[in-house]
């Protein structure tokens, strides 16, 4: 089965820095990513998706992602964070049925 | 348009008492289901998922067992609770055919005391 690895557990920002969350992925086959995010006291929701074309994906609030095959990597990124913008944010990926998930990385931004 | 329902939302049971969590999707027929575990600083753990009734894949042997009664119908079950089984429980739907990304439902936070 695949794995992913998301390489920051917790990261604190001010508001309108530059974000980029870093997420990797181990499997041979044709995956789909996603990211998730996980606002205080709410679902889990869908962030953006990736399954063909464009490598570069656009989600919602501002967020993108950009995949790197070569790299196996899937990116979050934001050019200016909001306070709004605090919450956990996971990367997952799908092979067929199977969808794995990233320990998820804590955001917090300060005003 | 489709909902899921996970149910109850907050849980406190004794240790070595049975456990029983309900997940029903609506608004969509043969979903895939899936069971996840979510603790801190370890992510979604795949627990089970079925693609149809009465089929069950296990991701982690445990003291949990899944069961999927009817088409639309997800029950996580345990027949005597550990400490360790103390967690927040999500269910989650994904589309039968496709690889579109999961609706989870609201999660069960389980206390075992």
């Known amino acids: 089965a695949q794995s992913v690895s998301q390489h920051n557990h917790h990261v604190i920002l001010s508001e309108a820095a530059s974000l980029e969350l870093g997420c990797n992925y181990s499997?041979?086959?044709?995956?789909?990513l996603f990211w998730y995010v996980q606002y205080p006291g709410q679902h889990l929701q869908l962030l953006l998706k990736?399954?063909?074309?464009?490598?570069l994906v656009k989600g919602i609030k501002g967020f993108e992602a950009e995949f790197i095959k070569s790299k196996f990597s899937f990116n979050l990124r934001k050019p200016s964070v909001q306070w709004s913008d605090t919450a956990e944010y996971f990367c997952?990926?799908?092979?067929?049925?199977?969808?794995?998930f990233g320990a998820g990385t804590r955001l917090t931004v300060k005003p | 348009s489709q909902t899921i329902h996970q149910w109850p939302a907050t849980l406190v049971q004794p240790v070595g008492s049975p456990l029983s969590l309900e997940c029903t999707v609506e608004?969509?027929?043969?979903?895939?289901l899936y069971w996840y575990r979510q603790a801190a600083g370890r992510g979604l753990q795949l627990l089970f998922y079925?693609?149809?009734?009465?089929?069950i894949s296990s991701e982690v042997p445990q003291n949990l067992s899944a069961s999927r009664p009817q088409d639309r119908q997800f029950i996580l079950s345990s027949k005597k609770l550990l400490l360790s089984d103390s967690g927040f429980y999500l269910c989650?739907?994904?589309?039968?055919?496709?690889?579109?990304?999961?609706?989870f439902g609201s999660g069960t936070r389980l206390t075992v005391v």
């Open positions: 989650a739907w994904s589309p039968g055919q496709g690889a579109e990304g999961y609706t």
């Open positions: 499997y041979g086959g044709t995956v789909n």
């Open positions: 990736y399954f063909s074309g464009d490598p």
């Open positions: 997952a990926v799908r092979a067929w049925n199977d969808m794995r």
């Open positions: 608004g969509t027929s043969n979903p895939n």
């Open positions: 079925s693609v149809g009734i009465g089929q």
